[in-house]
């Protein structure tokens, strides 16, 4: 009769445990889908002010001179690269790459525009 008693302790502890655990299970599944459910709301603002402010940089960039410009680029260029150098994560040194590519591309656009503009003689 010992035995008996000893296995089915057991049995009712690891019960309870697996009730503990799904108890827990779903209490985090319910936290996770208010957390979602919480950034997705605040979604279409975070999107309307990104965009506001990449709209913001593509107009200074288009208003900079083309000296300004070129530091920037060779600034940005530089700093991905020194992130690369030293070992940084490498999504770190794509989000550097990103105003150097953006200041190059400007750049080239106001070089190509200008080679292909022609002069009144």
């Not at 002010?49 to 680029?73: I, Q």
């Not at 150098?85 to 790459?97: E, F």
């Amino acid at each position: 009769m010992a035995a008996n008693q000893t296995t089915t302790r057991p049995s009712s502890q690891t019960e309870s445990t697996g009730r503990d655990i799904a108890a827990t299970t779903r209490d985090v599944a319910t936290e996770v889908a208010d957390r979602a459910s919480a950034v997705a709301s605040r979604l279409p603002e975070a999107a309307a002010t990104t965009r506001g402010a990449v709209e913001e940089a593509a107009r200074r960039m288009e208003a900079g001179s083309d000296e300004m410009l070129a530091m920037g680029a060779s600034f940005s260029f530089g700093l991905a690269i020194g992130m690369l150098i030293v070992g940084a994560n490498l999504i770190l040194v794509a989000l550097a790459l990103i105003p150097a590519t953006a200041m190059g591309f400007t750049l080239l656009d106001r070089f190509g525009g200008r080679t292909n503009t022609r002069r009144p003689s």
